[in-house]
């Protein structure tokens, strides 16, 4: 009985994590037009009854089955949730399980910030299932499930390739694919309420805890090292993205606040039980200043990434994953179950970062190409294609998708029963 | 009978319902506006992304009074609401061909 302790950490970081998906949800909800904010919410909250529902009969089986192979997929070992609730360890296989499943949630639902305001309900559906089991099962095996990646040597903490580039990749593939929302850039799509996006962003950053130091597995020093860490790359994030804001807008904004504290957990993910001393207050802010960089790119390249996934989680993974290959330090490593390596700046030489370098570009092109086969498979196979009509885009999702208003606030209204 | 109708600062309301109160005004409509006039709007960032807002927060006023009564309304509403900056708004006056009271049926100035 002496796994008690890991059991009762790693369950409470399944429930943090689970609630990352609704504070997602807000935090995007937030910055769309009032018109699309229930089908905002809608694309993320479906993903916790869609993706628990395959995630059981068959995705985490095909992510950590055959675990340790070093190979491209798992298989069915798991698949029906058989053999999960094994008496002997405390039922670890069902714990490992329903762990991973909040993070292959919260995976696809980061894409729905690129795909805002456009995107038939129907076709998400679609997409977020085979995204889940093409996408995301195998490139979670590749480094969670003991595959080529982890093999090869390289390292992601919690997720900085499999979630933040995985997902990040998608978006990109998805915004060029989906096409413009009307009128954009020209017409002003602001943020319709700020509020929302900072509650959001909180509810990211408590949940966040759960997803990197509940990625130690254990209840342990290392659990404890990506705690504090996770904290200290959010905080010089939100303090760097806020700095470049004010020189070069001329304002501290609360968007720049909330965004910035998640770029930082973005890149500290890959990190977070790697790296010690000052290092994640360098990841961070250093996150903080690239990410607000990478997002005045889209207008300048054109694409419409609704609210900045590429430029926040595929450009924040990356700097995560990449920095981890300067800044990872054997000591910390050896805190937990993985081998002991070290960075460029710990003594450990450039093996690392080749490795962090060729696992980062591997996940972008495969969620990017695989991510296009869906949609463009969906695209010609969907009766109504993927979006929605110009005018069900002018009337907004709320009521073309899902019969709803998000703010029925008045009494003026004249409602009556069909 | 005369509407008076301002467009004001919304924070400058409770100055004018107090200023209305003191001649003597028992009532009034206020709704909450958008608009522009030599003011214009002001700017928004959101993520380095800047916005133009030309329609800006004003709260509209409407009393239906007197006659004789509407110079003195119009001076109350305007001394109230001037904060001699650009944006202060505007106030003007048309006729009202008649007006009931709808509880009871009054009519003309004993509606007021």
Known sequence: ???????????????????????????????????????????NFFSMGLISVIWGVVGFSLAFGNFGDGGLLGDFEFAWMRDLFDPSSGARPALDMIYQATFAIITPALITGAIADRMRFSAWVWFLGLWSILVYSPVAHWVFGGGWMAKMGALDFAGGAVVHINAGAAALAAVIILGKRKGWPKTAMPPHMLPWTLLGAG???????????????????????????????????????????????????????????????????????????????????????????????????????????????????????????????????????????????????????????????????????????????????????????????????????????????????????? | MKLVTAIIK????????????????????????????????????????????????????EVVVDDGDAAKVVEAIAGAARTDKIGDGKVWVTPVESITRIRTGEAGADAL
């Open chain 1, 1 to 43: 009985m002496d796994y008690q302790g890991d059991h009762a950490w790693i369950l409470t970081s399944s429930a943090l994590v689970l609630f990352m998906t609704p504070g997602l949800a807000f935090f995007y909800g937030g910055m769309v037009r009032s018109k699309n904010m229930l089908g905002m919410l809608m694309q």
């Open chain 1, 203 to 418: 509810i990211l950053w408590f949940g966040w805890f759960g997803f990197n130091a509940g990625s130690a597995g254990l209840a342990n020093g290392q659990a404890v090292q990506a705690f504090v860490n996770t904290n200290m790359a959010a905080a010089a994030a939100m303090l760097g993205w806020l700095a470049v804001e004010r020189l070069k807008d001329g304002h501290a904004t609360t968007l720049g606040a909330a965004s910035g504290a998640v770029a930082g957990l973005v890149a500290i993910t890959p990190c977070a039980g790697f790296v010690s001393g000052m290092s994640p207050f360098y990841i961070g802010a250093a996150a903080g200043v690239i990410c607000y960089l990478a997002i005045q790119l889209k207008f300048k390249l054109q694409y419409d990434d609704s609210l900045d996934v590429v430029g926040v989680h595929l450009v924040g993974g990356l700097v995560g994953s990449l920095l981890l290959g300067f800044f990872a330090d054997d000591v910390v490593n050896a805190l937990g179950q993985y081998a002991a390596v070290d960075g460029v700046f710990t003594g450990g030489g450039w093996g690392l970062f080749k490795d962090q370098a060729v696992a980062s570009f591997a996940t972008f092109g495969y969620s990017f190409a695989m991510s296009a086969i869906i949609l463009l498979g969906l695209k010609a196979v969907l009766p109504k294609g993927i979006r929605v009509t110009e005018d069900e885009e002018d009337q907004g999702l709320d009521l073309t998708q899902h019969a709803e208003v998000s703010y029925a606030l008045g009494d003026m209204g004249s409602m009556a029963r069909e």
């Open chain 2, 10 to 61: 919304p924070h400058k309301l409770d100055d004018v319902k107090a200023s209305l109160g003191e001649v003597g005004v028992a009532g009034m409509t206020v709704s909450e506006v958008r608009g522009f006039g030599r003011q214009r709007g002001h700017t928004e960032t959101y993520r380095g992304a800047e916005y133009t807002v030309d329609f800006v927060p004003k709260v509209r006023v």
